[in-house]
């Protein structure tokens, strides 16, 4: 009983955790960056449909009439035509090989190929794509563990080499980012991840850039979106902070009392050499109790004399 009670308990955290990583999961632009599928299936259609109509009502002129070698002549044509005519959108580039060897990169708009001797087999991408992407509980070089949210922008420079170099470049980019994110993430501390974002997003850069190279993809940008500390260590981090602070706050304040000392000190010299200066002090003083007070101040003749220069004797 006590084995199923405590997976019951670590359920909602999982749950939670897999939440998090399928919501980053859906900004990935694979499921998402075409907008009719069907477009090349319509397309072949309608040709063959003009292509079937046309020829079979040629072949009729030709011959006088409609029989079975007509209507069979025009099926052939319409389906030639439909193997040989095809169209790419504004932002994909096709791959065409002829008896399995690479032989050309067609569109966008309207390509040709050979029937029955070149086929396109794929499709790339050009736009700009986004991958979201994470590591889950990943140790630092403090022996924190993290949890790291980061999405990566791409795109294809290169269609050759992204359909030919690699399976699925969409998979490769998103594993390549993992990995770099793991290996960046386990040689910094804490203190490096969550103050100097911005040094970890090149970094990233640099690494994918590094890895996607070679397959004709070029990296656009890395931006870390989230990083998840446990609650236990966000206390002691913030402890730390604040006693961090305290400490600084204690420094400035030491310093600003020395030099007040020191301005002292200085100002204690001059009026022990200059009497008419320390006498133009305290009046000074005087006088700024007086505005302070809003009222008067009654100084005993005995006070006031000293406020009179001492004269020689003749």
Not at 92 to 107: P, Q, W, Y
Not at 165 to 176: G, H, L, P
Not at 178 to 199: C, E, N, P, Y
Not at 258 to 275: G, Q, S
Request: aromatic residues 8%; charged residues 25%.
């Amino acid at each position: 009983m006590e084995p199923s009670s405590k997976k019951k308990g670590s359920a909602p955290g999982s749950r939670a955790a897999n939440s998090r990583y399928s919501e980053i999961e859906s900004i990935n632009s694979p499921r998402t960056r075409h907008v009719d599928d069907n477009t090349g299936t319509v397309f072949s259609a309608f040709v063959f449909a003009v292509s079937f109509v046309t020829t079979t009502a040629l072949a009729a002129l030709f011959v006088g009439g409609v029989d079975i070698w007509t209507l069979c002549f025009g099926f052939f044509m319409a389906v030639l035509a439909a193997s040989s005519i095809h169209v790419a959108t504004q932002w994909e580039r096709v791959i065409v090989l002829r008896l399995g060897t690479f032989k050309r990169v067609e569109g966008p708009g309207l390509y040709f190929t050979i029937p029955f001797v070149e086929r396109a087999v794929l499709r790339a991408d050009m736009r700009t794509m986004l991958t979201g992407f994470g590591a889950e509980e990943t140790l630092t070089s403090d022996l924190v563990p993290v949890d790291v949210d980061a999405a990566v922008f791409w795109m294809v420079w290169d269609p050759e080499k992204a359909c030919m170099e690699v399976e699925n470049y969409y998979d490769a980019v998103s594993m390549a980012a993992q990995t770099a994110l793991r290996d960046a993430i386990g040689r910094k501390s804490i203190s490096d991840i969550t103050v100097h974002r911005d040094k970890l997003d090149q970094e990233l850069r640099d690494k994918i850039e590094e890895k996607a190279g070679p397959w004709g993809i070029s990296i656009i940008s890395v931006e870390i979106r989230d990083i998840v500390i446990p609650k236990e260590l966000q206390r002691d981090m913030a402890a730390a902070a604040k006693a961090e602070r305290e400490k600084d706050a204690r420094i400035i304040l030491a310093e600003v009392e020395k030099d007040v000392a020191a301005m002292l000190l200085e100002a204690t010299e001059i009026y022990r050499e200059d009497d008419m200066a320390f006498e133009l002090r305290s009046m000074h003083l005087l006088n700024e109790g007086v505005k302070e007070s809003n009222g008067t101040l009654v100084i005993p003749s005995a006070y006031s004399e000293g406020f009179k220069p001492s004269r020689p004797a003749r």
